[in-house]
């Protein structure tokens, strides 16, 4: 019932800023979270950030001070303005979404937008 589809991602020096963007479609009304993690090679999918509904947010401690999370009024787009960024931040990042519907619990993924930073 919901599609995520991220952008933004690309290769910067140390030091410098990216901003993602996930854009939700399909039953946006009933997405109760939005969130992004990243997953780097051998490495577990890690959480980043997570902002609900309400606006409460919550981070990595590896991240904290450096990124922002954010949403659109229409709370269907999610942005993750990333600053200050570190080789150690090198990963896939994932768009999530978790949606309370009638039938139960469901968690949805976007395909991911590759961030690269060099030292």
């Known amino acids: 019932q919901v599609q995520l589809v991220e952008s933004g991602g690309g290769l910067v020096q140390a030091g410098g800023s990216l901003r993602l963007s996930c854009a939700a479609s399909?039953?946006?009304?009933?997405?109760?979270?939005m969130g992004w993690y990243r997953q780097a090679p051998g490495r577990q999918r890690e959480l980043v950030a997570t902002i609900t509904r309400g606006g409460s947010t919550n981070y990595a401690d590896s991240v904290k001070g450096r990124f922002t999370i954010s949403r659109d009024n229409a709370k269907s787009t999610v942005f993750l303005q990333m600053n200050s960024l570190e080789p150690e931040d090198t990963a896939v990042y994932y768009c999530?979404?978790?949606?309370?519907?009638?039938?139960?619990?469901?968690?949805?993924w976007g395909q991911g937008t590759q961030v690269t930073v060099s030292s």
């Open positions: 999530n979404a978790v949606l309370l519907a009638t039938s139960g619990l469901y968690n949805y």
């Open positions: 399909g039953i946006t009304l009933s997405i109760n979270v």
